[in-house]
């Protein structure tokens, strides 16, 4: 996957944000604008290929202020959609660096 296929999508407004990803925006109080802004300047940290019924990553960005957001996204290529699937703070006992998962 692609980042920059989201972040074209993001730019021309072809997003779908999930009710999952609405609520969870909501408890870390998150604008969506942050969230968009941390895409636009982050990475794919993890890839999902068989993630259905479009392949999915995790992309690691940061805020305005320059704290860590995760978010969760597919992709479609026929439509040149984004689906924002989830959003969060990561937790720092989970993370090496918020982009490695620690080991348990």
Do not use: K
Not at 46 to 57: G, K, V
Not at 75 to 97: E, H, K, Q, S
């Amino acid at each position: 996957m692609d980042i920059q296929h989201i972040i074209e999508a993001i730019r021309h407004l072809r997003i779908r944000i999930t009710d999952h990803a609405d609520e969870e925006a909501q408890a870390d109080r998150l604008s969506f604008d942050e969230i968009f802004f941390s895409v636009l300047q982050g990475e794919i940290i993890e890839e999902y290929p068989t993630d259905e019924p479009y392949p999915s990553c995790l992309v690691y960005g940061t805020s305005f202020t320059g704290e860590p957001i995760h978010s969760v996204w597919a992709y479609n290529p026929a439509t040149m959609w984004a689906v924002l699937i989830t959003v969060y703070r990561p937790d720092p006992t989970r993370w090496v660096d918020w982009r490695t998962r620690r080991q348990r």
